[in-house]
C-alpha cells in the first residue's frame, strides 16, 4: 500500500541515502513505521541492500545482527580489531552498499562497539543505517554518539519519524478500507485510538467486516474491537523490561483510563514516594505515558489502554478497579460517573448504585440526557435492586429520555418494570404517568399514551400533584378524540389539585400543569405568554410567527436533542409560509436524519409535502402527506388537518370527517387552511363565529379567504392577501392573490393571474407557476415560451450531478461552493433538486445513486 503521510521523512532518507559514505539514524516510537519508510526508500535506490535486526533475548550472540545482515562466514576468532576489521572488508565490495540494522535499543554491547568501529571507518559506497526507539533503550547516548564517529567527508544524518497527523491517518484508514474518504467523526476516533500510529491503524482495520457499515457501525465497531495482537505482544515485551512498581502504575493508568494526577495513579497502584517519581519518569521517557494537560497523566492511545489492559488477571482487575472507586471518591467535586464504572468493575454492587443514581442526577443537571440514559438503564438491568427502586429509576429514565429523542430502549425498560407489578400504588401511577408522556408526546402513540395517563389517574390518589399532570396532559385538545368541553373538565380537575394559582407554582409537576393549560388556551385561539416548544408551534398554527420565532430563539438557548429536531421542524414550516425557500429542502432533510420521533417527521413530511406539490413534484407531494394523515390519526390534529388540506387541492379526499373534529374540539383557530378547501355559506358562518373572539391571525386571514371564495369578491381577496402578508405569510398571500386573479381572468382581465405566475416562478414553486399559466391557456390568454436552459426532466442536470457527487464525497455546502465557484444557496438549490429526482430525503443516501 501506498506510504502515508511521509513525504519530508522521505525526502530526507532518500537525500541521505545518496550521500555516500555516510551514516543515517533513523528515530521513532515502536510502530510508527521507520522500517516502512526505509523499505520504501529501497523500492527506489538501486544498490546492494543487507538488512539486520537486533532482538530482545538476553542469549542473542554477540555480533549476530551484523553476521544476519552479511549473510557470510565473518572471523570470530583473534582481538576484536581483527574481527571488526574483517566486517569493514566485506562491506567494501564493489558497488553501493547499504546495510541496515533495526531496533538498535535492543543491541547487544559488541554490536554496538562493531557499528562505533565501522562508523569511524565507512568504505567509500557504504551507507549504514540504524533505526531505534529512543524511548525503550538505556544505549541512547551510545547510540546517538554514532554519528560523531563519522569520518571527515562522511554524512551522519538523523531522521525522527513521528506519528501521523489527522489528515495522513484519514488517508491511510480510507486505503485500508476501500473508500476515498472518512466520515470526520471516525477519523477522530481512529487517531484518538491509535496515536497515529500506522502499525496500530494497520492492525486495528485488518478485519475485513469494518470494510461494510456506515460511519456510525464502524465506530461502535472499533470500539467493541479487542486489542490487536501485535500491539499486545510489542507492549507486553516493553512491561517486561520494567520494575514491579513501574509496571503497576502502568497497570493502574490502564485500569483508571482517563487523564489522572501522578498521586491517584499512586494510589491505585499503592505505590509511592521515590518509586513514584521514578515509575512516572520512566513511563514518560518510554513513550508509555501522556500528558494532555498539566499533572495530568495517561496511555498514549486509547488501544494501548486496551492492550495493557486485557493482560490484567481478572482477580487483580476487581482489586484495582477498588482501589480507583476508592481514590476517585476522595477527590471533590467527585466524578460519580466514574466512581460508579469503577464500583461495578470492582464488585462493589452497592456503591454502583449510589454513584450510579447520583451521576445520572447530575447529568441531567448539566444537560447531558443521553449519559444520564445510560446510567439508568444499565442500573435496570441488575437483578438486586426493589421493584419500588425500579419504578423509581424507570421513572427518571423516561424523562431524562424525553429529552434524548431515542426512546426505544427506554419504553422497553419502563413497561417491562410495569409488567413486574401488578399492584396498583403512587409508586406504579408514576410509572404509568411518564410511560403515558412519553408515548403520546413522543413516540407517536397518542391512544396508548392516553390509556397510561387515565391509569395513572386512578393509581394516585395519594399523589395529587402528579395525577394534575395527568390529567392536564389528557385536557390537551389537539391530541385524542375528546370533545373538548371533556378535556375542559380534565383541565379543572388538575387546576384544582395544584391549586388555582398554577402560573405561580415552581414544582416539576406544578409547570407542566402550568405548560399545558397554556396549550389549552392556544388550542382554543387564547394567547399565552407561557415558554416551551409546544407553545411556540401552537402560535405557528395561530399565525403569530414573530411570537413564536421569538419563543423557538429562547428554546434554542437550552435545547436538547429532541427540542433541537422540533424546534427545527416548526422553523421549517414558518419558512414554508413566509416563502423563505433557499434551501429548505436540504434543511429538511438534514433535520429529518437527525429524528426518528414520529411527530417531529410528520411535520417536517408536512412541509416537504407541500413544498414538492408547489414545485410540481405531485407524486412525492402526495405520497408525504398521506404519511402524515397515517402517523396522526389520533393527533396533533392541526397537522392532520393542514395535510389533509393539502391533499384536497389535488386529489379527492373526504373533509366532513375532519371538519366535524374540529367543530368537536372547537379548533376553528387552527383549521383556516382545511374550512378554505370546501367553504359553504353555513361552513363559513360556523368558522366566523367560532374565530370571532380568539387571537388567531391565520384564521382571521383564512376567514377573509374563505368569504371570498363564496362571494366570489375581487375585494375580498384582496383583503385576504393584504392579512397573509401583515403576518409575514407571503406563500398564503400569493394564494389569495392567484385566487382573486382567476376570478379577475373570468371577467377578461388576466393581468393579475400572469404576474402571481411570476411571483410563483421567481419563488421556485414551479408547479404552482404552471397551473396559473395552463388556466391563462385555457382562456385563450398567449403565453410567451420561458426561454431558459435546456429541462432534464427526472435526470440530473450535469451540475447537479457535480454538486451530487461532491456532496456525496462528505465535502459540506460551503466546500462545495468554494470548489466549483458557486454561491453556498446555489450549492443548496441543485442539491435539493438532486435529492428530489433521485427520490431521497438525506445527502448521506446520495452515493448509491451515482454510480453510473
Known amino acids: 500500500m501506498k506510504l502515508v503521510g511521509r513525504q519530508h521523512e522521505l525526502r530526507a532518507l532518500r537525500n541521505a541515502v545518496r550521500a555516500v559514505p555516510g551514516l543515517v539514524l533513523v528515530v521513532g ?77 535492543w543491541a547487544d554491547s559488541g554490536t554496538l562497539q562493531l557499528l562505533r568501529f565501522l562508523a569511524g571507518r565507512l568504505p ?81 482495520l485488518r478485519d475485513e467486516t469494518l470494510c461494510r457499515g456506515d460511519g456510525r457501525a464502524l465506530i461502535r465497531a472499533l470500539a467493541d474491537k479487542p486489542a490487536p495482537v501485535g500491539l499486545r505482544a510489542s507492549l507486553s515485551i516493553r512491561l517486561q523490561r520494567l520494575p514491579d512498581f513501574c509496571r503497576e502504575v502502568v497497570r493502574a493508568a490502564a485500569v483508571l483510563d482517563a487523564p489522572m494526577s501522578e498521586a491517584i495513579l499512586g494510589a491505585v497502584a499503592e505505590v509511592s514516594g521515590s518509586q513514584l517519581t521514578t515509575a512516572m519518569d520512566t513511563g514518560l521517557a518510554r513513550g508509555l505515558f501522556g500528558e494532555p494537560k498539566p499533572g495530568l497523566y495517561d496511555l498514549r492511545h486509547a488501544l494501548a489502554r486496551r492492550a495493557i489492559y486485557e493482560t490484567i488477571p481478572p482477580d487483580e482487575l476487581r482489586r484495582l478497579h477498588r482501589r480507583a472507586a476508592g481514590a476517585l471518591a476522595a477527590v471533590e467535586p467527585p466524578d460519580h460517573a466514574e466512581i460508579a464504572t469503577h464500583s461495578r468493575l470492582g464488585g462493589a454492587l452497592g456503591d454502583w448504585m449510589i454513584h ?36 423509581r429509576l424507570a421513572v427518571k429514565l423516561g424523562q431524562a429520555a424525553s429529552s434524548t429523542g431515542q426512546l426505544d430502549d427506554a419504553l422497553a425498560a419502563m413497561r417491562s418494570v410495569l409488567a413486574d407489578s401488578t399492584v396498583a400504588s403512587a409508586g406504579r401511577g408514576r410509572l404509568r404517568l411518564a410511560l403515558g408522556l412519553l408515548l403520546q408526546e413522543q413516540a407517536g402513540s397518542v391512544c396508548a399514551g392516553r390509556k397510561e395517563l387515565a391509569a395513572a389517574v386512578s393509581e394516585l390518589g395519594s399523589d395529587p400533584e402528579s ?58 385561539g387564547e394567547i399565552d405568554e407561557a415558554d416551551g416548544v409546544e407553545v411556540a408551534s401552537l402560535l405557528a398554527w395561530l399565525g403569530h410567527d414573530r411570537r413564536s420565532t421569538a419563543l423557538l430563539d429562547r428554546a434554542a438557548e437550552t435545547e436538547t436533542a429532541f427540542t433541537r429536531t422540533a424546534i427545527a421542524a416548526i422553523r421549517a414550516r414558518l419558512d414554508f409560509t413566509a416563502g423563505n425557500w433557499t434551501g429548505l429542502a436540504d434543511r429538511l432533510a438534514r433535520a429529518r436524519a437527525e429524528t426518528n420521533l414520529p411527530f417531529v417527521r410528520a411535520e417536517l413530511d408536512l412541509v416537504d409535502g407541500r413544498l414538492r406539490l408547489a414545485q410540481g413534484d405531485l407524486a412525492g407531494g402526495k405520497q408525504l402527506l398521506e404519511s402524515v394523515l397515517a402517523a396522526t390519526t389520533h393527533g396533533p390534529w392541526p397537522l392532520h388537518a393542514a395535510a389533509l388540506a393539502a391533499l384536497h387541492r389535488h386529489t379527492d379526499v373526504a373533509l366532513d ?27 363559513v358562518a360556523k368558522f366566523a363565529s367560532g374565530v370571532s373572539d380568539r387571537d388567531a391571525p391565520a384564521a382571521t386571514a383564512a376567514l377573509c379567504l374563505a368569504r371570498a371564495v363564496v362571494e366570489q369578491s375581487v375585494d375580498l381577496f384582496t383583503t385576504a392577501a393584504e392579512q397573509y402578508r401583515a403576518i409575514g405569510r407571503h406563500y ?40 396559473c399559466r395552463e388556466a391563462l391557456r385555457n382562456a385563450g390568454v398567449p403565453i410567451t415560451p420561458k426561454r431558459g436552459r435546456r429541462g432534464y426532466g427526472n435526470a440530473l442536470s450535469p451540475r447537479e450531478l457535480e454538486v451530487a457527487r461532491l456532496a456525496a464525497e462528505g465535502l459540506s455546502n460551503t466546500r462545495i461552493a468554494a470548489t466549483l465557484t458557486l454561491s453556498v444557496s446555489t450549492v443548496e438549490d441543485h442539491l435539493s433538486h438532486a435529492m428530489r429526482k433521485l427520490e431521497i430525503h438525506s445527502r448521506h443516501d446520495l452515493a448509491p445513486h451515482l454510480t453510473h
Not at 546517538?144 to 506519528?163: D, F, K, M, S, Y
Not at 383541565?491 to 388555582?500: N, P, T
Request: hydrophobic letters at 45%; a negative charge.
Open 29 to 105: 516510537e515502536a510502530g510508527v513505521g521507520k522500517s516502512r519508510l526505509v523499505a520504501e526508500v529501497q523500492g527506489s535506490h538501486a544498490a546492494r541492500w543487507l538488512w539486520g535486526q537486533c532482538r530482545p533475548v538476553e542469549d542473542q550472540a554477540p555480533l549476530a545482527p551484523v553476521m544476519e545482515a552479511i549473510g557470510e562466514p565473518v572471523l570470530r576468532s583473534g582481538t576484536r580489531h581483527a574481527v571488526f576489521s574483517s566486517v569493514v572488508e566485506q562491506l567494501s565490495g564493489p558497488g553501493p552498499t547499504v546495510l541496515v540494522v533495526e531496533d538498535l535499543q
Open 124 to 204: 567509500r559506497e557504504l551507507v549504514l543505517i540504524g533505526t531505534y526507539r529512543q524511548e525503550d533503550t538505556q544505549h541512547s547516548a551510545e547510540i546517538t554518539a554514532l554519528a560523531g564517529c563519522v569520518p571527515a567527508g562522511a554524512r551522519a544524518t538523523e531522521v525522527r519519524v513521528r506519528p501521523l497527523e489527522p489528515p495522513a491517518v484519514q488517508e491511510l484508514a480510507a486505503g485500508l478500507l476501500g473508500v476515498k474518504s472518512l466520515p470526520p467523526a471516525l477519523a477522530d476516533e481512529l487517531v484518538k485510538r491509535t496515536g497515529g500510529l500506522p502499525f496500530v491503524i494497520e492492525e486495528l
Open 356 to 391: 450510579s443514581e447520583l451521576a445520572a442526577e447530575h447529568a441531567v443537571r448539566r444537560g447531558d440526557h443521553a449519559a444520564a440514559v445510560g446510567q439508568l438503564t444499565e442500573m435496570l438491568r441488575s437483578e438486586a435492586l426493589t421493584w419500588g427502586d425500579r419504578a
Open 467 to 524: 395525577a394534575a399532570w395527568a390529567l392536564s396532559a389528557l385536557a390537551v385538545p389537539t391530541l385524542g378524540p375528546e370533545a373538548v368541553g371533556e378535556q375542559g373538565d380534565f383541565l379543572e380537575r388538575a387546576l384544582l389539585l395544584v391549586g388555582e394559582y398554577a402560573e405561580d407554582s415552581e414544582g416539576e409537576a406544578q409547570l407542566a400543569v402550568r405548560r399545558n393549560q397554556a396549550r389549552f388556551r392556544l388550542a382554543l
Open 657 to 683: 370527517e375532519c371538519i366535524a373534529l374540529v367543530h368537536r374540539k372547537d379548533g376553528w383557530s387552527w383549521a383556516g387552511d382545511l374550512i378554505i378547501c370546501a367553504p359553504t355559506h353555513e361552513l
Open 732 to 771: 398564503d398571500e400569493c394564494i389569495a392573490l392567484e385566487a382573486r386573479g382567476l376570478l379577475l381572468l373570468a371577467n377578461g382581465q388576466p393581468a393579475d393571474l400572469i404576474s402571481i405566475a411570476n411571483v410563483y416562478e421567481a419563488m421556485s414553486a414551479r408547479g404552482d407557476a404552471r397551473r
